[in-house]
């Protein structure tokens, strides 16, 4: 047997702060469907971190999760960042969320819940124009993130 290629490693490469309207999100029961769709609009936020800091684009997009009954939802977000030198960056974050139905309804409510009683992650890919940023696009990030009330956190990765 051949030796196994190098093991990828992890590096923090930044934090996403996105941010959410108050009050209650889009809900519907797509007919023949057995799960919920969802839509709620990015607000705003904040980007903090050794490779990319800036600001999320207020209502440049949002998440479309579909929220199963079970406790997991599958979500899908577009929105736009903007690096603190003004580059746009398009965003399109992928993942899944796992909680129990019971913590899923406290979730859905607005309210935090402890770390361990959900599960989140996610897989971004970028699109940065040609500059300082382009390195976003040939580079594969894994994340975690946690929702805080109102707003959801990010920890991205980039996979060495």
Not at 20 to 36: E, K, S, V
Not at 104 to 123: F, K, N, P, W
Not at 129 to 146: C, K
Request: glycine share 10%; net charge negative.
């Amino acid at each position: 047997m051949e030796e196994p290629l190098e093991k990828p490693a992890l590096e923090l490469a930044f934090c996403i702060r996105l941010d959410f309207a108050d009050g209650p999100r889009l809900r519907f029961n797509p007919a023949q469907m057995d799960f919920t769709r969802g839509f709620v609009a990015v607000t705003g936020g904040e980007i903090n971190g050794a490779r990319l800091s800036g600001r999320v684009v207020p209502y440049s997009g949002g998440d479309w999760p579909r929220i199963w009954a079970s406790g997991l939802i599958e979500f899908e977000a577009h929105y736009m960042l903007e690096a603190h030198d003004g580059t746009p960056i398009y965003i399109h974050n992928r993942g899944i969320a796992y909680s129990n139905p019971e913590t899923l309804a406290r979730i859905e409510a607005g309210e935090s819940v402890a770390r361990d009683d959900s599960y989140c992650r996610i897989t971004p890919r970028f699109e940065a124009p040609s500059g300082p940023h382009d390195w976003l696009n040939r580079t594969i990030f894994v994340g975690t993130a946690e929702r805080r009330g109102a707003s959801t956190f990010f920890d991205y990765y980039a996979v060495t």
